[in-house]
């Protein structure tokens, strides 16, 4: 199948107000006739919820949290990016447009990214207007700091609570939409499935975690905006919640899942402890400021730290590597996640790791804290100093932090094309949620302002095109796909209540994300790879027989909702393995050690693989087929990856 981007001729610069132009518009009195349903209310998508209720659509707005202000949006802590060079020091559209090419390993197209670029100017007044407070200097001016992959500060923050804050202006803006009744909120409600009329997405299916009612909802489009799946790895920085079932669901209705195998390994996350956990805590990549990440030199005074004999802060100058300045010159510690990460690890797998468990580098501050003194840290990072000392109790004012890579935001997604639409008619992905702009590695700082464009920025005006061309007519919520989809729900609801072995739902999680983790984590081969997809069949074809699932559906039932999600993600995962064992290259965070430079880089291979990999659905316990959208780069020039 041929994949069309739809991304509009003519120069970079002016392609997006080219196209905005050509797009079909609805007009105000005719929008009050359309149906609008938005799947999650993180900045993606309540972004999208309010900016379409204030251009008249009807908006429909779901989400399992029992608020939107609970969406995994509220996390992100270091900063959001804009090319608006504040800082007088050669930032521009372009250099924004060109870092995050770059930092994506050359693997996203250009017309999306150089749109992304070109609005997030935008998003910073639009958030300003808000209230969301982000950080001044001493004279009133809106301030920045610098993030990986970037040698300009071009990312605006609010402490470390910065997608908090960008939550609550989106969320305050839905409030008003809901108060004046153009947004109908559907809280603690999950979406189940997508129902295709002719062809086009014309519903979901829902069912009400409080009661378990299944219910079905009508649209004339509908818009998913429910973030990544990288609890596959079931240890990670999202929510407990965080799921892929909204997308894999569509997925499963026709719509194609794009990179799966491009996932972020965040190289600043607090180290794993052991089994019990179900969660790991990020600390922000803005700590890489001032921090200064290190691992001693020899594997015998990494021994001594390992167990206790010497202290961090008893280690020589001399004795300590400082391993990204000493590698990256021009950008220190400030090189890009998936170049940070495959580097502690390289530590760790030398034997030079610290930490009782050997598995963790420190990120130091004494240098900073000596030049700038403890208040002026306190100040930038108090808070995030305050939740390691929290978890740890150590004190990173007075002793190096352990820190150690952990699966944090997912690249691949739903495929889409230009105007944010699906290849299946009427259905759209937004946000974290699609594969659209950040290729095979995310620059820092750079989630929440793709969230903060799409929802903006992006669809209101994409989105009456689609509108348009289709016209006002009620959708007919009596047609026969209503009523089949929603038993095809039931079904696998009851199919799932029916499962009654001996292991919990849970222990089926960790087991996949331990197969995850070792064979398609930070480093991949294809004799792993190969492993893993038989692991994961088993496990799967066990999950099936073998699990537990108590209580009833019309009840609150936590362990039937981690089922379906964990069933989604065991089938997500051999997808991911597929991906990663046809993509012969390393690009970003897709490490294969049979493809990696003298100097231990990542080397793509832009003859074969300069390509997004759409992977189309053939049905169940079927291989699914690749399609492919070749990419072409008019604007940039196709590179070795260099950060030294």
Known sequence: MTLDA?????????????????????????????????????????????????????????????????????????????????????????????????????????????????????????CVAQGVPFAREYGGLLDNRSFGGAQVSRTFYARGQTGQQLLLGAYSALNRQIHLGKVKMYTRTEMLDVVMVDGHAKGIVTRNLIDGKIETHTGHAVLLATGGYGNVFFL??????????????????????????????????????????????????????????????????????????????????????????????????????????????????????????????????????????????????????????????????????????????????????????????????????????????????????????????????TLGDYLATIGPKPVDSKHPAFEQTKQDVMARINKLLSLKGTKTVVEYHRDLGHIMWEYCGMARTAEGLIKAKGLISALRADFWKNAIVVGENEEVNPALERAGRVADFLELGELMVDDALQRKESCGGHFRLESQTPEGEALRDDEHFAFVAAWEYQGDNQPEKLNKEMLDFEFVHLTQRSYK
């Open 236 to 461: 990670s920085t999202n929510a407990i919640g965080s799921n892929v079932t909204a997308a894999w669901r569509a997925h499963k209705r026709g719509a194609f899942f794009a990179n799966p195998c491009y996932t972020q390994i965040h190289p600043t996350c607090i180290p794993v402890t052991g089994d019990h956990q179900s969660k790991l805590t990020l600390m922000s990549e803005s700590l890489r400021n001032d921090g200064r990440v290190w691992a001693p030199k020899t594997v015998e005074i990494a021994k001594k730290l390992q167990t206790g004999e010497l202290k961090a802060n008893q280690v020589k100058e001399e004795d300590r590597d400082y391993f990204l300045e000493r590698k990256y010159p021009s950008f220190g510690n400030l090189v890009p996640r998936d170049v940070a990460s495959r580097n502690a690890k390289e530590m760790v797998d030398e034997h030079r790791g610290v930490g009782g468990s050997g598995i963790a580098v420190f990120l130091d501050f004494a240098d900073a804290i000596h030049r700038l003194g403890r208040d002026a840290v306190s100040a930038k990072y108090g808070n995030l100093f305050d939740m390691y000392y929290q978890i740890t109790n150590e004190d990173p004012y007075t002793q190096p932090m352990r820190i150690y890579p952990a699966v944090h935001y997912t690249m691949g997604g739903l495929w889409v094309d230009y105007n944010l639409m699906t290849n299946v008619p009427g259905l759209y992905a937004l946000g974290e949620c699609n594969f659209s702009d950040h290729g095979a590695n995310r620059l820092g700082a750079s989630a929440l302002m793709q969230g903060l464009a799409d929802g903006y920025f992006v669809i209101p005006y």
């Open 6 to 126: 739809k991304i509009p001729a003519g120069p970079l610069a002016e392609k997006w107000s080219k196209h905005k132009f050509n797009l079909k518009l609805v007009n105000p009195a005719n929008k009050r006739k359309y149906d609008v349903i938005v799947v999650g209310t993180g900045l993606a998508g309540g972004a999208a919820a309010a900016s379409l209720a204030e251009l008249g659509y009807n908006v429909k707005a779901f989400c399992f949290q029992d608020s939107p202000r609970r969406a995994h949006s509220i996390a992100a802590q270091g900063g959001i990016n804009a090319a608006k060079n504040y800082q007088n020091d050669g930032d521009s559209v372009y250099r924004l447009f060109y870092d995050t090419i770059k930092g994506g390993d050359y693997r996203s197209r250009e017309g999306n990214v150089y749109r992304l670029a070109e609005v997030s100017v935008n998003i910073i007044d639009q």
